[in-house]
C-alpha cells in the first residue's frame, strides 16, 4: 500500500481489505493505549492474520492485478534509484527527431 503526497494511502481493489484490517489494528491498538488495557495477544493474532492476508492476496494476484501493481503511481521509479545513489545527475533527453521518452532514462554522473 502507497501513499499519496498527502500521505493517504493509494489502494488498489485488492488490497482494501488487508488496509481495513490494518486500520482496526491501529485503532485497537490506540484505544488500548487510551485506556490502559493489555490486548497484545489479540493485536499480536490481527497481526498474524494481516500477514497471512497479506500473503494470500499477492500470492494470487491475477495478471491484470500485477500490472496494477507494476503500475502503481508510488513505486519507486529509475530516477527514484538513481537519486538516491548519485549525488550529481544530469539526465538527458530526447532523440534526433526531437522526442523524449519518459520510459527510456539515461544521463551522466
Sequence with gaps: MAHSPDRRPIL??????????ESRIIQIRELAEENEVDVSGEIRQLE???????QEIFSSLSPLQRMQVARHPRRPSTLDYIQAICDEWMELHGDRGGHDDPAVVGGVA
Excluded: H, N, V
Excluded at 488498489?12 to 484490517?21: G, I, M, S, V
Excluded at 498474524?48 to 497479506?54: H, K, S, W, Y
Design 12 to 21: 488498489l481493489d485488492f488490497e482494501k481489505p488487508l488496509a481495513e484490517l
Design 48 to 54: 498474524e492474520r494481516a500477514l497471512q492476508l497479506r
